[in-house]
């Protein structure tokens, strides 16, 4: 049996945006009014956060904090929904679209719009900005969001599943959030993820700092 050679095919126009190996350094946070603007010329894509704030604790120890929408991707890395802006297309336009074809969503019932949006990034080397925003929904709403995943259209195809990242951390100080920030993201989609828990209010930056740190030590260790 032959074995198949790797290959891009008609993939290979878009292979440079999904890179892996991008450092924090990479992405400079431009208003979004610029990225508009300023940058128009260069690729744009839209990502986002639905995420329900969720008080209960898992086996009575730890608190769960909010549950949060994220999924293993094609190509073997965490990152959010979402995907690239056609030209001409607003960015959370194009959000929505991509929220339709990968987790099923119902826009009649959730759709982002602008007053959404939390940052936008910009990538100099890849000429490519990055959009991304938060939608707060209740936790029955996320619960039905899950479940309609499934069904969607891009599920086995762009899509290899949804999670929820673990807000706790455990005795070690290291299992729970930590042990799941050393996992591989796609672009700068763990910052996106550290910068809107503190924007929601969902975790200090004392206590994210503390789980990054961690996180590191544990990567070092590793090597």
């Not at 992405?27 to 894509?45: E, F, M, Q, R």
């Not at 707060?136 to 929820?164: D, M, P, Q």
Request: net charge negative; hydrophobic share 40%; glycine share 6%.
């Amino acid at each position: 049996m032959e074995i198949e050679k790797p290959t891009w095919g008609w993939l290979e126009p878009f292979e440079k945006f999904g890179q892996l190996g991008d450092k924090n350094s990479d992405y400079k946070k431009v208003l979004y009014g610029d990225s508009i603007t300023k940058y128009s010329t260069c690729t744009h894509a839209a990502h986002g956060m639905i995420y329900a704030l969720d008080n209960t604790k898992v086996w009575d120890l730890y608190e769960s904090r909010a549950a949060i929408l994220m999924q293993m991707r094609f190509d073997g890395v965490l990152g959010f929904p979402g995907g690239l802006v056609d030209a001409g297309e607003n960015p959370a336009a194009a959000l929505n679209r991509e929220m339709i074809e990968e987790i099923n969503i119902d826009t009649s019932k959730h759709y982002f719009d602008d007053k959404d949006h939390l940052v936008s990034y910009l990538h100099e080397e890849k000429n490519l900005v990055l959009h991304f925003y938060t939608k707060k929904v209740n936790l029955t709403e996320f619960r039905n969001i899950e479940r309609r995943n499934l069904e969607a259209k891009e599920y086995g195809i762009e899509t290899f599943g949804i999670i929820r990242p673990p807000l706790f951390t455990m005795g070690d100080n290291l299992r729970g959030f930590p042990a799941f920030l050393s996992n591989q993201f796609a672009g700068n989609s763990k910052e996106e993820l550290l910068l809107a828990l503190c924007a929601t209010n969902i975790m200090t930056k004392d206590e994210i700092d503390i789980a990054v740190e961690a996180m590191k030590k544990h990567v070092q260790s590793l090597q």
